[in-house]
């Protein structure tokens, strides 16, 4: 079973993790997810929605994490309603995988962007406009 937690950072921020392991002074974590909250101004008044990013994923590829518990103010076990919530964004995330190109892609790409400068160089040539 998943044990999923609402965390507290020091530094502000909220990450709701899948918690793997927890010893006296770390905490290990699957999947964390940054929470910010987003305030919307409608004719009713105020209303705030909750989105869920990625964490550390978009700068690494790893999925877990160690957090020092000197650096955590809290942690509690979350709803069942935000646990869903939890699992059908990852679930979405999961599907967001998008294919790397290959050596040969970016080669043509490359090639096509060398040609798109030359290009621009040589109508400048032709039209004889002179830059200051």
Same mark, same amino acid.
């Given at each position: 079973?998943?044990?999923? #937690?609402?965390?507290?950072?020091?530094?502000?921020?909220?990450?709701?993790?899948?918690?793997?392991?927890? &010893?006296?002074?770390?905490?290990?974590?699957?999947?964390?997810?940054?929470?910010?909250?987003?305030? *919307?101004?409608?004719? &009713?008044?105020?209303?705030?929605?909750?989105?869920?990013?990625?964490?550390? #994923? !978009? %700068?690494?590829?790893?999925? #877990?994490?160690?957090?020092?518990?000197?650096?955590?103010?809290?942690?509690? !076990?979350?709803?069942?309603?935000?646990? *869903?919530? %939890? +699992?059908?964004?990852?679930? *979405?995330?999961?599907?967001?995988?998008?294919? =790397? !190109?290959?050596?040969? +892609?970016? *080669?043509?790409?490359?090639? +096509?962007?060398?040609?798109? =400068?030359?290009? #621009?160089?040589?109508? %400048?040539?032709?039209?004889?406009?002179?830059?200051?």
């Amino acid at each position: 079973m998943s044990d999923y #937690q609402v965390i507290k950072l020091s530094n502000g921020e909220n990450l709701i993790c899948d918690v793997i392991s927890d &010893s006296d002074t770390t905490l290990n974590v699957k999947s964390p997810l940054k929470m910010e909250t987003l305030s *919307k101004f409608t004719k &009713s008044g105020v209303v705030e929605s909750l989105s869920l990013v990625r964490w550390m #994923q !978009p %700068y690494c590829d790893n999925e #877990q994490f160690t957090l020092s518990k000197s650096n955590i103010i809290l942690n509690s !076990p979350v709803s069942i309603g935000l646990g *869903k919530y %939890y +699992e059908f964004i990852l679930k *979405k995330m999961d599907g967001l995988d998008i294919p =790397q !190109p290959t050596e040969d +892609e970016l *080669k043509a790409i490359e090639e +096509e962007e060398k040609k798109n =400068q030359k290009d #621009q160089m040589l109508e %400048y040539i032709k039209d004889d406009v002179t830059i200051h």
